[in-house]
């Protein structure tokens, strides 16, 4: 057993390293952080480059990295070790040891890998039985492999030697993180000054189980139930909202609909009960990666000054997609998992309509097979106008980003949303319904940067597309917009800001 010193801004106080059953790591006496930078953990259950089925992943990534790009805090990562991460990446990882982590009746082999990529520090929670399957999700033990996680998430704070100042935790996945901290762990000195922050990227997607599985599964106390319980089941987005010193949201819009049974899933007397601690904060996206003027992706590379590069990106996409090269006729195109709340609907009922005007449609996305159906059907009865590629392909979509005039996403529901973000660095300009991120994200107008509808309909989108077509031809009005879409601010500077500032408040 060693002993470590840490300093906080106003506590010193001592720490203990405590071996775990089956550590084979040496408790070394460890030196703390140096420099006083503030120490966060983000907890997640994807992140990119590793793992990625959506926006959450791109956002970890992203946002890990610009609060490290500041110098003041020491961010770390930590996310399962699927089976899925690629050779490339794995091969790197170092094993940093093992320990055994306890759940209920379970005790489980937990393996610790590291690896350190642009001043961000990676763990990966390793153990066969739970993640050496396909993909991250979708299994009938979901609920016991994430559980699994969080709680390897609070043991391995000891033998990494890492008691952050801020746990960070993203999505139903790791609210269990938050549960545990504030029922088993915080009676521990060393866990007792960390604060939680619960993120919601989507509140569709809750944890929802059996209240049966409660001491079971979740090895949560009974006295504890009424912190997770919520309509006669465990809610675990429920449990972590109650018990995270404060909760946020990727918009601030969004922060506001999910107070309402339209966008809340039912959660929203919990939201109005909490919203006292709610703040919505927008995501930005990593414009390096995303950048007009640098990706190797796209055919030719164009900046906001000399945006003449894009027309080629036009010409390369139509005969790359069978579509007759015409420099005039708009493309309007979608990248979008195909499902019902990014505004399908709407699409599939006038999309036949707007094909009888000059235009062109790329929609790039798999999902429902309804649309999937529906795109493929109007691709072939208008090969001249609309091209389906129903498949997930990152190359092709940096290539309709760059190619296309128009990106249409009209969400039911859009917690953030990154395409229209994405769509805008490539200087193609947003067509969106207004609601989350899109609303705060895209402003309409003469000095606007895209164009927006407010009702969930399908003829008002179609009648905004129509003005967006209509603007399109008028060359001199259509070059301002692209610049002023292109210009737009969707880095992570801002929002990295206002995450810190978040911290700063919780850490008071
Ligand atoms: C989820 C949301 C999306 C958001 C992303 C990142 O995927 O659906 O709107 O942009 O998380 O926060």
């Known amino acids: 057993m060693a002993t470590t010193t840490t300093t906080k801004t106003t506590v010193t106080r001592t720490r203990k390293v405590v071996a775990k059953t089956g550590d084979t790591k040496a408790t070394e006496t460890k030196t703390p952080v140096a420099g006083g930078k503030k120490k966060v953990l983000f907890v997640a259950s994807e992140c990119t480059p590793f793992m990625v ?8 990534g992203s946002l890990s990295k610009a609060l490290a790009d500041t110098g ?15 050779e490339e990446y794995r091969t790197k990882f170092h094993y940093t040891g093992n320990l055994y982590v306890h759940l209920a009746w379970r005790n489980q082999y937990c393996g610790v890998f590291e690896y350190e990529k642009d001043g961000v520090k990676f763990y990966f929670i390793d153990n066969e039985y739970y993640f050496k399957r396909p993909g991250c999700y979708g299994y009938f033990d979901d609920g016991e492999r994430f559980a699994f996680f969080c709680r390897s998430v609070l043991e391995i704070m000891p033998f990494i030697n890492f008691y952050p100042d801020i746990m960070h935790c993203h999505d139903w996945q790791a609210a269990l993180a938050a549960i545990y901290l504030k ?18 990227h989507n509140i569709e997607y809750q944890g929802i189980y059996s209240l049966d599985l409660l001491c079971d599964l979740f090895d949560i106390y009974g006295r504890y139930k009424y912190l997770v319980e919520y309509n006669n089941c465990i809610n675990l987005m429920k449990g972590a909202i109650e018990c995270s010193e404060h909760f946020s949201t990727v918009s601030p819009r969004y922060a506001d609909e999910i107070k309402y049974p339209y966008y809340s899933h039912g959660l929203d007397p919990i939201i109005r009960n909490n919203e006292f601690k709610l703040t919505g904060i927008l995501n930005g996206i990593d414009v390096d990666g995303y950048n007009s003027e640098t990706d190797p992706k796209i055919f030719a590379n164009f900046s906001a000054e000399d945006l003449s590069g894009k027309a080629k990106n036009k010409e390369e996409l139509q005969k790359m997609l069978n579509l007759p090269v015409k420099s005039d ?10 499902v019902s709340h990014k505004g399908l609907d709407l699409v599939t009922n006038v999309l036949e309509d707007l094909l009888q005007d000059d235009v062109q449609v790329v929609v790039l996305g798999t999902g429902d097979q309804q649309y999937e159906g529906f795109f493929k059907y109007l691709a072939g009865k208008y090969p001249e106008k609309m091209s389906a590629q129903i498949q997930f392909n990152n190359e092709l979509s940096r290539k309709i980003y760059a190619g296309s005039d128009i990106f249409l996403m009209p969400s039911k529901s859009e917690p953030c949303g990154l395409s229209q973000m994405i769509a805008s660095r490539y200087a193609t300009v947003p067509v969106v319904r207004e609601t989350g991120g899109l609303y705060d994200s895209i402003k309409p107008g003469e000095n606007g940067n895209g164009y927006t509808f407010a009702n969930y309909n399908a003829h008002d989108m179609l009648y905004v597309l129509r003005q967006a077509i209509g603007d399109y031809h008028d060359k001199e009005r259509w070059s301002a917009l692209m610049q002023r879409v292109i210009k737009t601010d969707f880095s992570w500077s801002r929002s990295a800001g206002e995450y810190e500032k978040l911290y700063l408040e919780m850490l008071g």
């Open 183 to 200: 029922t088993n762990y915080c009676f521990r000195e060393e866990y007792q000054y960390i604060k939680c922050l619960f993120t919601i």
């Open 72 to 86: 003041r805090y020491d961010v770390r990562v930590v996310m399962p070790l699927y089976s899925d991460i690629k």
């Open 53 to 60: 089925t959506g926006g959450l992943a791109e956002v970890i």
């Open 329 to 338: 006729t708009p493309i309007i195109s979608m990248i979008s998992r195909l």
